[in-house]
Nanobody, 115 residues
Framework: QVQLVESGGGLVQPGGSLRLSCAAS????????MQWYRQAPGKQRELVAG???????NYVDSVKGRFTISGDNTKNTVYLQMNSLKPEDTAVYYC?????????WGQGTQVTVSS
């Protein structure tokens, strides 16, 4: 069993920054493979960023150059550094992890970008 807890969301002005965290607990050996998704009101959930089992990162085009995903295996935590935030980044952000064939989701953290 794996539990994922996101934190770090909030209200920020356009151009601002936030850092989201996703802390994993349970019987896991590595946080690599974790992904960040987001869901804006009225829209489908979309993949934002991921970090593969060998540490390769990938991003949706709309956040490339602004968001950075990273991980700390000693803390079982994955981060999403979000810079130059735009109103269209407003969404609930979720982390997802597939472990031993089971998909886990966190509860989500709200990010609102508004002046």
């Amino acid at each position: 069993q794996v539990q994922l807890v996101e934190s770090g969301g909030g209200l920020v002005q356009p151009g601002g920054s936030l850092r989201l965290s996703c802390a994993a607990s349970g019987s896991i050996s590595s946080i690599y493979g974790m992904q960040w998704y987001r869901q804006a009101p009225g829209k489908q959930r979309e993949l934002v960023a991921g970090i593969t089992s060998v540490g390769i990162t990938n991003y949706v085009d709309s956040v490339k150059g602004r968001f950075t995903i990273s991980g700390d295996n000693t803390k079982n935590t994955v981060y999403l550094q979000m810079n130059s935030l735009k109103p269209e980044d407003t969404a609930v952000y979720y982390c997802r992890f597939i472990h031993s064939g089971v998909m886990y989701w966190g509860q989500g953290t709200q990010v609102t970008v508004s002046s």
